[in-house]
């Protein structure tokens, strides 16, 4: 199995930078896809960043260019660099993880509140 934690999360002004970290711990981790995701109040929740096996990357329109998803070099923490946070960022965040199954069998972080004003 696979364990998911978060940190990171917390309030920032608008046009300001915030990280959020995912560690990832249990077997095969390095054999894991692995994202982000969020949701904001009374919306669906969306994939936000993706890192794929091979250290492929993709994200959602409305980040790209200033989000930046990576893992460090034992592949146990994800990282989400947030920069020119918007107020419409606001969410909360979730790390997610899966070995390219279905939806149901993914691993979900506790999820962190993130507030830009």
């Known amino acids: 199995h696979v364990q998911l934690v978060e940190s990171g999360g917390g309030s920032v002004n608008a046009g300001g930078s915030l990280t959020l970290s995912c560690a990832a711990s249990?077997?095969?981790?390095?054999?894991?896809?692995m994202a982000w995701f969020r949701q904001a109040p009374g919306k669906e929740r969306e994939g936000v960043a993706y890192?794929?096996?091979?250290?492929?990357?993709d994200y959602t329109y409305a980040v790209a260019g200033r989000f930046t998803i990576s893992q460090d070099k034992t592949r146990k923490t994800l990282y989400l660099h947030m920069n020119s946070l918007r107020t419409e960022d606001t969410a909360m965040y979730y790390c997610?993880?899966?070995?390219?199954?279905?939806?149901?069998?993914?691993?979900w972080g506790q999820g962190t509140q993130v507030t830009v004003s």
């Open positions: 997610e993880a899966d070995f390219g199954v279905q939806c149901s069998s993914w691993y």
């Open positions: 249990g077997s095969a981790v390095s054999n894991l896809y």
């Open positions: 890192l794929a096996i091979n250290g492929g990357t």
